[in-house]
T-cell receptor, first 116, second 106 residues
Framework: KAGVTQTPRYLIKTRGQQVTLSCSPISGHRSVSWYQQTPGQGLQFLFEYFSETQRNKGNFPGRFSGRQFSNSRSEMNVSTLELGDSALYLC???????????????FGPGTRLTVL | GENVEQHPSTLSVQEGDSAVIKCTYSDSASNYFPWYKQELGKRPQLIIDIRSNVGEKKDQRIAVTLNKTAKHFSLHITETQPEDSAVYFCAASRAFGTGTRLTIIP
C-alpha cells in the first residue's frame, strides 16, 4: 500500500497570508490527524477527523481549521499567518473501526511551512 | 484536554546499557498509549503501544509498562545499540509528550 502523502512539501508565505495543506491517507484509513512540530514544543495535536467529522481538537486558535472529504483526504487551513506558525506540519492516518477507539498512526513526510 | 509530560528531555546512555523514559498523563479516560521513534529528518514511527487493560508489553529489547492508578507509563530499552539514537515520543490517545532525545555512546 502507498503511504501517507502530503502536499506541498515546502511552503514559504508572508505574515497575514493564508495557507492550505493537503494530506492523503493510506487507502482504507478513515482517520486523519494533524500535528504541528517545532524544535521546542515537540508534536502538538491540532485536530483529528474521522469519516468527515472532527473527532478531537487540540488547543490551537480558530485560525487553524481542517476538513475531511468523503475519500478520507484531508486539508488543513491556517489563516492570517503569524511568524510563530513556522513549523513542520505532519498528518497521520489510522485504521479505526469504532469512533471511540485508537490505533497506530502512520505519519506522512510533513509540509515545512516558513512564514516570513 | 489530555496533557502528557515526558522526562527526561535528553538522555545519554553507554552502548549496551538500558534506557528508561517516563511519561505521565492527566485524563484518566485515556486508554491507548503509543511510543514513537523519530530519527533525524524522518517521520515518527510506532515502536510499541499498550492499551489500558494491560500492565506491561514487551517486544524484543523494548518494553512498556503502564500504571493506570498513578497515570504514568514508561519505555524501557535494553542492550542499547547505536541505531537506537533518535527522539522518542510518548502519547496518550492523540496527545504527545515533548520528546526525549536519546543518544547512545559507543
Amino acid at each position: 500500500k502507498a503511504g501517507v502523502t502530503q502536499t506541498p512539501r515546502y511552503l514559504i508565505k508572508t505574515r497575514g497570508q493564508q495557507v492550505t495543506l493537503s494530506c492523503s491517507p493510506i487507502s482504507g484509513h478513515r482517520s486523519v490527524s494533524w500535528y504541528q512540530q517545532t524544535p521546542g514544543q515537540g508534536l502538538q495535536f491540532l485536530f483529528e477527523y474521522f469519516s468527515e467529522t472532527q473527532r478531537n481538537k487540540g488547543n490551537f486558535p480558530g485560525r487553524f481549521s481542517g476538513r475531511q472529504f468523503s475519500n478520507s483526504r484531508s486539508e488543513m487551513n491556517v489563516s492570517t499567518l503569524e511568524l510563530g506558525d513556522s513549523a513542520l506540519y505532519l498528518c497521520a492516518s489510522s485504521l479505526i473501526i469504532l469512533r471511540s477507539s485508537y490505533n497506530e498512526q502512520f505519519f506522512g513526510p510533513g509540509t515545512r511551512l516558513t512564514v516570513l | 484536554g489530555e496533557n502528557v509530560e515526558q522526562h527526561p528531555s535528553t538522555l545519554s546512555v553507554q552502548e549496551g546499557d538500558s534506557a528508561v523514559i517516563k511519561c505521565t498523563y492527566s485524563d484518566s479516560a485515556s486508554n491507548y498509549f503509543p511510543w514513537y521513534k523519530q530519527e533525524l529528518g524522518k517521520r515518527p514511527q510506532l515502536i510499541i503501544d499498550i492499551r489500558s487493560n494491560v500492565g506491561e508489553k514487551k517486544d524484543q529489547r523494548i518494553a512498556v509498562t503502564l500504571n493506570k492508578t498513578a497515570k504514568h507509563f514508561s519505555l524501557h530499552i535494553t542492550e542499547t545499540q547505536p541505531e537506537d539514537s533518535a527522539v522518542y515520543f510518548c502519547a496518550a490517545s492523540r496527545a504527545f509528550g515533548t520528546g526525549t532525545r536519546l543518544t547512545i555512546i559507543p
